[in-house]
């Protein structure tokens, strides 16, 4: 039987615990908000705005046609009512709103750098958040594996940009797999109105082409694919044993195998290639961001180029 004395200090020590990780939660968040938002507000902020400005247009009202107005914007009703052409006049929606797509999938834990390729992802997504706010725009999250793991509502504010930050340094999903797909459709389905949406992931995954397809046709979509340099080429080091970041499955490999070596390249590249693929044919966008590497100038030039 425990005693109550003991029962009460490993309670004491369960909080002690618990304020410790929440105070290093709290310090991690700090530091990345101290360096993302740095970037969104010197960097950022008027590439993001000047990007994707004007992506949306809603009907304001109808007026008298004017010379030199674009005769697809008659109003073929009214006009019709009041027997002399009016047009329908569109303004832009100020406000947009941005959708956060992360894979927290098993093989998102990988680094042999100096970040793990979810640390580099954390920072990527904190940093195109703070851009959005700055345009008062608002900014939802999706997290998935296999399944739809976490769903925040799309909010305005520094605050919601926090707890997006917390979600993406602290959470852990109950699978280790990637169902792209799954992710798409449900993000499809709860965003009824045009969006930006970011998908960050390694995409080592494919069976997504006629979905991102579908997808395209109503959002704005861009692909940031992050990965580390060691994923590209298994290095010779002889008989290895390895295990599957998705499934767990151990496996003895043998990588002074020339063969080996080429068909894991092969496979590699054949998602990379799929990848590129499914998105620029869907019409949507596609970064490649190496952990190693400045995501900041990889950015920078993919807003430049569509801005």
């Not at 010379?67 to 027997?83: E, K, L, P």
């Not at 797509?101 to 680094?111: A, C, I, N, R």
Request: charged fraction near 30%; glycine fraction near 6%.
């Amino acid at each position: 039987m425990i005693s109550p004395t003991r029962e009460i200090v490993n309670q004491k020590s369960t909080i002690v615990n618990q304020k410790m990780d929440t105070k290093e939660l709290l310090k991690k968040v700090r530091k990345i908000e101290i360096k993302t938002r740095r970037l969104s507000d010197h960097i950022f902020g008027g590439e993001y705005h000047s990007t994707f400005k004007g992506r949306g247009m809603t009907f304001s009202e109808v007026r008298q046609y004017q010379f030199g107005d674009d005769v697809r914007n008659i109003d073929w009703n009214v006009t019709a009512r009041y027997s002399e052409p009016f047009v329908k006049v569109f303004e832009e929606e100020r406000e947009l709103t941005m959708m956060l797509m992360v894979d927290v999938s098993g093989s998102e834990l990988f680094g042999t750098e100096q970040q793990f390729k979810n640390e580099v992802v954390t920072e990527i997504a904190a940093t195109l958040a703070f851009s959005a706010t700055q345009n008062n725009d608002k900014i939802g999250l999706i997290l998935f594996s296999d399944k739809v793991e976490l769903y925040i509502p799309p909010k305005k504010g520094r605050s919601h940009v926090l707890r997006i930050i917390r979600e993406l340094i602290e959470f852990k999903p109950e699978s280790k797999q990637t169902n792209l797909v799954e992710a798409l459709k449900f993000m499809q389905n709860v965003m009824k109105k045009k969006a930006i949406v970011f998908v960050l992931s390694d995409f080592i995954v494919d069976d997504y082409h006629h979905t991102m397809k579908i997808v395209s046709r109503k959002h704005d979509v861009t692909g940031i694919r992050v990965y580390d340099k060691r994923e590209e080429n298994i290095p010779n080091l002889g008989m290895v044993q390895m295990q599957d970041g998705e499934t767990g499955e151990l496996m003895l490999v043998n990588t002074s195998s020339k063969k080996v070596r080429l068909n894991y390249r092969k496979f590699y590249y054949q998602k990379v290639d799929y990848y590129k693929e499914s998105f620029t044919k869907s019409g949507a966008g596609a970064i490649d961001c190496r952990v190693d590497e400045s995501y900041v100038k990889k950015l920078l030039g993919y807003f430049k180029r569509r801005g």
